[in-house]
C-alpha cells in the first residue's frame, strides 16, 4: 500500500512542473524533503497505480496522458522551482544520505545476529558506516547485539560521522556482499552521511534497557554529545506537541493498561492531551486500570512509554502521522 506521502509524489508527476512546484511551496522543508525522496525512489510506476492514485485523491490528469517517470533530475527540477537554487541543492544533499542506505539493502533480510558476525573485527567507524544504512528498526537490532563498549564506541562514532565518499561506502558494500555470497549491483552513486540523526531514529526504536546503557555510556565519553542526542529524541510527553487527529490516531491502537503505566508521573498536561482525545468508554477502562495497579516500578513505566514512542514511530514510518522537527528540534505533528 502506498503511503501517503508516495500518493502525494504521483500527483506532482502528473502536473505541469510550475503548477507542481506551486503546490509543493504549501508543504512545510520537512516535508517537502520526504516528497522529493519519493519522487526520486518512484523512477517508474505502473499506469495503474498511477490511475488509480489520481482516483483516490480526486484529482484529474488535466494533460490527459498519466506520467510515470520520477528520478532524480525531476525532483531536483521541481525543489528548485519550488525553492530556488541553493535550497533545493540542500534539499537533495540530504536526499542523498537517505538514499544512500539502497546500497547496503541487501542486509534489509539479513537478521541482526548475522549483521555483527559481518561486522567482528571491523572498527566502529566501519560498522557505524553500515549501521547508519540500515533501516533504523533494524539498526537498532544491530547496535543492541553488541557488547556495551563497541556499542557505546559505534554510536559515537555514528553519531560524529560526517560525509563519506561513494567510492568508500561502496567498498564497505562489495565486501560485505563477498562475505554474505549476496550478488548485486549497486544502484546510481550516493553520498553517505552519518550524523546524530541516525543514532536518534535508531535509539528510538530500541529497548529501553539499551537506550539507557547507551546513552549513559555516551555521557561518560562525551557530555555534550550526549546531550544534544537527548535534545533531539522523540519523547512520550512530546504528544502534547501533536495536532488533535494525530493524538487519536496515535491513541487509538494503545491498550488501556499500557496508558495506564505510561500516565504515572506524566504530568497535568499530558494526562489532559490523552484524555482529551479518547473515548468515555476508553477512560472508564483507563481509570479502571489505573485505579487496580498500586505501586509501579519505574522500568515498567519506561517500557510503557517506549511501547507508544514505537507506535508513533510505525505510524511515521506507514506514513500515516508525520513528524517534522521545528527550528528549535521540537517534534510536532
Given at each position: 500500500m502506498l503511503s501517503g506521502t508516495q500518493k502525494v509524489?504521483?500527483?506532482l508527476m502528473q502536473m505541469e512542473k510550475e503548477h507542481a512546484a506551486e503546490v509543493l511551496r504549501q508543504f512545510t522543508e520537512f516535508e517537502a524533503d520526504e516528497i522529493a525522496s519519493e519522487l526520486v525512489r518512484?523512477?517508474?510506476v505502473d499506469a495503474g497505480t498511477v490511475e488509480d492514485t489520481i482516483h483516490e485523491v480526486h484529482e484529474l490528469a488535466t494533460s490527459g496522458r498519466l506520467n510515470a517517470r520520477g528520478g532524480r533530475e525531476i525532483a531536483a527540477g521541481l525543489l528548485e522551482a519550488s525553492f530556488g537554487s541553493d535550497k533545493a541543492n540542500s534539499v537533495m544533499d540530504r536526499l542523498s544520505s537517505s538514499l544512500a542506505g539502497m546500497t547496503f539493502e541487501f542486509l534489509d533480510s539479513t537478521d541482526a545476529a548475522q549483521v555483527v558476525a559481518l561486522l567482528d573485527g571491523e572498527?566502529?567507524?566501519t560498522s557505524a558506516l553500515v549501521i547508519a544504512h540500515l533501516r533504523p528498526e533494524i539498526g537498532s537490532a544491530v547496535i543492541a547485539s553488541f557488547d556495551p563498549v563497541t556499542r557505546t564506541d559505534i554510536a559515537r562514532a555514528l553519531a560524529t560521522m560526517g560525509s563519506a565518499a561513494p567510492e568508500a561506502v561502496r567498498v564497505v558494500a562489495e565486501a560485505l556482499k563477498k562475505r554474505t555470497g549476496a550478488v548485486s549491483t549497486p544502484r546510481e552513486p550516493v553520498e553517505a552521511v552519518g550524523g546524530i540523526q541516525p543514532l536518534v531514529e535508531i535509539l528510538n526504536r530500541s529497548d529501553v534497557a539499551i537506550e539507557k546503557d547507551l546513552l549513559h555510556s555516551l555521557e561518560q565519553r562525551d557530555p555534550l554529545l550526549a546531550e544534544e542526542v537527548r535534545s533531539r529524541m522523540l519523547s512520550f510527553t512530546d504528544i502534547v506537541k501533536f495536532e488533535r487527529k494525530d493524538v487519536q490516531r496515535v491513541l487509538r491502537g494503545i491498550n488501556p493498561a499500557v496508558l495506564a503505566f505510561a500516565l504515572r508521573g506524566a504530568g497535568d498536561a499530558v494526562e489532559?492531551?490523552?484524555?482529551?482525545?479518547i473515548s468515555d468508554r476508553t477512560k472508564e477502562v483507563l481509570d479502571a486500570?489505573?485505579?487496580s495497579m498500586g505501586r509501579v516500578?519505574?522500568?515498567?513505566?519506561?517500557e510503557a512509554r517506549a511501547d507508544i514512542v514505537r507506535s508513533i514511530r510505525e505510524l511515521e514510518t506507514s506514513g500515516e502521522i508525520t513528524i517534522e522537527r521545528g527550528d528549535e528540534d521540537d517534534f510536532v505533528l
Open positions: 509524489a504521483i500527483v518512484l523512477r517508474h572498527l566502529p567507524q489532559e492531551t490523552i484524555r482529551g482525545n486500570e489505573i485505579a516500578r519505574v522500568s515498567q513505566v519506561e
